[in-house]
């Protein structure tokens, strides 16, 4: 939502009403491509292939952010974790971030260690979360 004015556009506002976005640990912000091997990444296939078509859908494009980014666009600052472990968060945020800033936007990427997806989504705003510590910085130096 943070890239794609359609989506803000329905509510009346642009990316850059944003004061910014914070990304936990993503692994579709290109959804067109294959997942990668292993069991996670054939899991991933399988749920992207049930809910948006077969890779090569335009629906696939049409969800993922990186894809969206527009240069002329306005966009917030974004801050982008990944966890440690998962090669394919992280190329995914890389890939973002990149689009972000080829776009003249700002974007930070952020590799949580330690983690798994479901516990930097559990503990992200938990005192002492040092993943949440930064978001919560990040989120003063852009009010």
């Known amino acids: 939502m943070g890239v794609d004015p359609v989506y803000l556009g329905a ?24 997942r990668g091997p292993g069991i996670v990444g054939r899991a991933l296939d399988q749920m992207y292939d049930n809910a948006f078509g077969p890779e090569g859908s335009p629906a696939r494009a049409e969800l993922s952010p990186t894809l969206r980014v527009q240069p002329g666009v306005t966009y917030p600052p974004f801050l ?28 930070e990427v952020v590799s949580a260690p330690g983690e798994t997806h479901m516990t930097i989504n559990r503990s992200f705003g938990v005192e002492g979360d040092p993943e949440g510590e930064r978001g919560a910085r990040f989120i003063s130096a852009h009010s």
């Open 11 to 34: 509510q009346g506002l642009k990316p850059s009403d944003l004061a910014g976005v914070i990304l936990l640990d993503g692994a579709g912000y290109d959804a067109t491509g294959p």
């Open 80 to 107: 982008i974790f990944h966890v440690a472990s998962r090669a394919d968060s992280a190329a995914q945020s890389q890939a973002l971030a990149a689009a972000l800033t080829r776009a003249g936007g700002q974007a």
